[in-house]
């Protein structure tokens, strides 16, 4: 699969993205023959290409949603999806991958996370950055990983319910490498257990 971003140039590969969101539109906006169907929880990842199985790799994936009025005023929301290799407490020193999006300006709406688009990376333009509030970062482990580009849709929250889609390019210490990742998810309850991840309060 062609990488989403072209890193010589530093833009985002838009063809790619546009191809992801009509996927995720044709698996989101489904007829009333599929109603039963839509409503169960899926999570797809691909990782430089190739198809990952991350139930089978993961023994815990959780999520944490949380919305917060600050002192201004402001509405900041968060959502975490964590994956973790071995079950049990979530800890940082056991291998995990999480996708965190986060949004310092949220909606007054009563949703733990807005449907909008997320933007993140330390190669990432800073024009794109401002034509959203909504911010995405990859995190593996430690001081080690970085992201160098990422963008995500929530396309759906809906029951406490969130649908969307991911991808970056970022560091993977485990493997020494940058990688392309790409997750499309749907239908996941948005949990509300700060003990389900570590990041609730670093974003």
């Not at 929301?77 to 949220?106: C, S, W």
């Not at 390019?169 to 392309?180: A, C, G, I, K």
Request: charged share 25%; with cysteine.
């Amino acid at each position: 699969m062609k990488k989403l971003f072209d890193i010589k140039e530093k833009i985002i590969n838009p063809l790619i993205w546009i191809i992801l969101l009509l996927i995720g539109v044709s698996t989101f906006s489904c007829g009333d023959d599929r109603v039963e169907e839509q409503l169960e929880e899926s999570i797809e990842m691909w990782v430089n290409g190739s198809e990952f199985n991350v139930r089978e790799y993961y023994e815990s994936i959780t999520t944490y949603g949380a919305s917060e009025v600050q002192e201004d005023g402001s509405i900041k929301k968060i959502f975490v999806l964590h994956f973790q290799r071995e079950d049990g407490r979530i800890t940082p020193e056991k291998e995990h991958y999480a996708l965190i999006m986060y949004d310092n300006n949220g909606q007054d709406n009563g949703q733990l996370i807005d449907t909008k688009l997320y933007l993140g990376g330390t190669e990432m333009d800073s024009l794109l950055l401002q034509t959203t509030s909504g911010r995405i970062t990859l995190e593996i482990v430690g001081l080690s990983d970085f992201t160098e580009f990422a963008q995500a849709s929530i396309q759906k929250y809906e029951d406490g319910k969130v649908s969307g889609i991911a991808d970056g390019y970022f560091f993977n210490p485990y493997r020494n490498e940058m990688q392309h990742g790409i997750i499309i998810f749907d239908n996941l309850e948005v949990g509300t257990d700060p003990e389900s991840t570590f990041y609730q309060g670093v974003y």
